[in-house]
Every structure is written in structure tokens, then in C-alpha cells.
């Protein structure tokens, strides 16, 4: 298992070792243990997985509130996606910043999304199907979001028209919300 920084603080990507052979592949998607040697000991207690039928849908950007905050960890078992996390950690050095990976089912990476960030994803390809880890339980009262197309944020994103959930059009502007964590 790799633990690979990116240019925000605490968001990492992990790589693992992947075994081939005639017959395909063999990797361990998750091993508390070897996860704990890398420095990640979260306690996972939720998976949520997510299927997208088409090429185009956005989810995100998503978060949920303190003392309900979760940390993620996503990984793509089929398909492609442009995966975004923007930091809403006021006293962070990358605060409001973002930053976006390419998370496929054949590259293996997965990418740990601490508490404190917004968390989105754009499919690449059609049927793209993702799991996430999540160390807290979802709660509805909690949930919070930014609006995808944030013009502060001016996040990349590889669509122009994304397929959009009716709960996702309507999510504030980052300026809009209270403080953060």
C-alpha cells in the first residue's frame, strides 16, 4: 500500500499493490492493519456505494455538518470518475482550494477525503459504479453541500451540462455558507 500527498493538506491518495496473473488481478481493497502502517486509522463503520448509468452525472459537491463530519474513502470498482475536494477548514493554509484526481476501476487509487471537505465526482464513463468508506453514519440533519459550479471555486470539471440531481442544483454558493469547520 502506497500513501501518496496531493496539494491539500490531509487528502490522500493510496495506491495498492494489485497481484496479476493469467486469470486477472488480486489486490485487498481495505486492511485495517496495513492501512494503520501508512498513518490512516480511521475507524470505517459505513459503505455506501453509488451506481451512475451515463457518461456526465455529478454528485457534489456533499458534506455533512460537525459533530456528524465524515471522512471518505472513495474508490471506483467500475467505471471512471473526476473526483473533486474542496477544503472547508477555515484555518486551513488551503482553505476554499480544491483539487481533482482521476480514480478508475483500472488504476486501483482510492482517495481518503477527511472531515472538512466537500466531496464530488463526475463520471467518465458510463455505468461507473463507486464505494465510498465513510467513519461516521450518514445523517440527514447534517447534510450539507456547495453548488457544483461555484463561480469562487471554478472547479474543472470535464462536463459542461452535467447530469444533476434536483437536490444538487440547489445547493449554495461557498460565500453563502455559515462557517465551517
Not at 68 to 95: E, M, W
Amino acid at each position: 500500500m502506497e500513501l501518496i500527498p496531493t496539494l491539500l493538506a490531509d487528502v490522500h491518495l493510496i495506491r495498492p499493490k494489485v497481484f496479476y496473473d493469467a486469470r486477472g488481478f488480486f489486490l485487498e481493497a481495505y486492511s485495517e492493519q496495513k492501512f494503520a502502517a501508512i498513518g490512516i486509522t480511521h475507524h470505517f463503520v459505513q459503505d455506501n456505494q453509488s451506481y451512475s448509468a451515463k457518461k456526465g452525472v455529478l454528485r457534489g459537491l456533499h458534506f455533512q455538518w460537525n459533530p456528524h463530519a465524515q471522512t471518505k474513502l472513495v474508490r471506483v470498482i467500475c467505471g471512471a470518475v473526476y473526483d473533486v475536494v474542496v477544503d472547508l477548514r477555515k484555518n486551513s493554509p488551503t482553505f476554499q482550494k480544491w483539487q481533482g484526481f482521476e480514480l478508475t476501476a483500472e488504476n486501483f487509487w482510492m482517495l481518503l477525503v477527511p472531515k472538512g471537505f466537500a466531496h464530488g465526482l463526475c463520471t467518465l464513463s458510463d455505468h461507473t459504479i463507486v464505494l465510498y468508506k465513510n467513519d461516521s453514519v450518514y445523517a440527514p440533519e447534517a447534510e450539507g453541500g456547495i453548488l457544483w459550479n461555484d463561480p469562487d471555486l471554478n472547479i474543472s470539471w470535464p462536463v459542461q451540462t452535467p447530469i444533476l440531481s434536483e437536490k444538487d442544483v440547489r445547493w449554495p454558493l461557498m460565500k453563502n455558507l455559515p462557517a465551517f469547520f
